[in-house]
């Protein structure tokens, strides 16, 4: 398919500043976790991303575990970037990670520097690239020693395989550690990449401060609780081909009559002002100028254009975070 990127792909989104680095990220950026494996519908996948990049969402988020199977998501991206992204490669944020298992034996999974540089390296083949632009250590590692991981994220980044390093899933207090390891290796920690929602709020209690004080990222993953806040289930079912239809990741426990009335109160006030409970959910997030960007998942066009409309949005008000608070702290 010959793909030609619209001529007007920056107008509408907004770049925030990732920390005190130099790089800007959109406000909304895409991640493959889900729907980008070799059993997912591939042209429904290339559609998502390239309407993703007219929209001037310019960042993409990997691992090498995402697919199903793991590894498939970033072959679809090669595939994807082969057949009609690569001319862009030099507008494009690539992010890939490493830190869940991913092969057999002693050295595919965790922080060690022989996981870590196997693993980009199987990345890069996998995607068809020379570099990718933010290489992650995916959770923190309770036996390597930090130094470790850290010198070999530091040791990446010098190597030009990766332009930034950054972090994910680490708390408050092994962030800040994190952080100062790489400072002092001459290599900045451009970002962190945490889970953060309106129903999961752990961030808030310290990690954010922290990285506010180092002057690095934030992109927040699973902003709609993996599709909770959103109008999927609203009424309490659970629609054929949803994540939580398929009982993994998003367990159809979870769904209980009391969050369901409390998605129903938030959509309320999404429906006052005329937008979807999962751009209100977007909106929610951007409300902090700490976080740099907000990272969903979506399973197809539509759901990305409907979240995309948080970009045009205005922001929340006073009174209308308020009345969200309220509803948040309903047990
Ligand atoms: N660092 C980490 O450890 C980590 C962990 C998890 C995720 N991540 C990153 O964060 C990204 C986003 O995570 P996520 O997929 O959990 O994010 P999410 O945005 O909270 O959930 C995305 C899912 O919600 C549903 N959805 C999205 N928009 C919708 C809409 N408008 N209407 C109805 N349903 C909608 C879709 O699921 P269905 O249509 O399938 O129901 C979609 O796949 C991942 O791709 C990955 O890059 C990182």
């Known amino acids: 398919m010959a793909y030609k990127a619209k001529a007007a792909r ?17 406000e909304i950026s895409l991640g493959l976790w889900h729907n980008f494996g070799s059993s997912d519908n591939y042209k429904t996948g290339r559609e998502t991303v390239l309407t993703a990049f007219d929209a001037g969402v310019c960042h993409f988020d990997l691992a090498n575990n995402y ?36 092969w057999p034996g002693p050295y595919g999974d965790w922080g060690s520097r022989k996981y870590l540089t196997a693993s980009l390296d199987a990345s890069l083949k996998r995607m068809g690239l020379d570099y990718v632009d933010i290489f992650y250590h995916h959770r923190p590692d309770p036996e390597t020693p930090i130094e470790e991981t850290m ?29 100062s390891v790489l400072r002092a290796l001459g290599v900045p920690c451009l970002i962190h990449q945490p889970s953060y929602s309106m129903l999961n709020r752990w961030i808030e209690d310290g990690l954010l401060d922290v990285l506010e004080k ?9 902003p709609l609780a993996q599709g909770l806040l959103t109008g999927r289930y609203l009424n309490g079912a659970i629609p054929a081909g949803s994540r939580a239809s398929k009982g993994v990741f998003l367990k159809p426990s979870s769904i209980t009559p009391q969050l369901v ?12 002002r005329n937008c979807a409970l999962s751009t209100l959910a977007i909106l929610w997030i951007l409300r902090d100028k700490r976080c740099t960007s907000v990272l969903i998942g979506a399973s197809s066009p539509s759901q990305l254009k409907e979240n995309l409309t948080a970009v045009s949005q205005p922001p ?8 969200i608070e309220r509803i948040l702290q309903i047990p």
């Open 214 to 222: 180092e002057g690095t990222g934030c992109i927040c993953f699973s």
């Open 67 to 102: 697919g199903p199977p793991p590894g498939s998501a970033e072959i679809t991206f090669g595939k994807i970037l082969k057949q009609n992204l690569m001319p862009y490669r030099g507008e494009l944020i690539i992010s890939t990670k490493a830190g869940y298992d991913m």
């Open 261 to 272: 009335k409390k998605l129903n109160a938030l959509n309320e006030i999404a429906k006052e």
């Open 316 to 323: 929340l008000s006073e009174k209308e975070l308020q009345n």
């Open 10 to 26: 920056y107008e509408a989104m907004k770049y925030r500043r990732c920390g005190k680095s130099g790089l800007k990220l959109p």
């Open 151 to 179: 010198t070999a994220l530091a040791d990446i980044v010098r190597r030009g395989k990766a332009l930034y390093a950054g972090i994910s899933n680490y708390n408050a207090e092994q962030s800040a550690r994190a952080i």
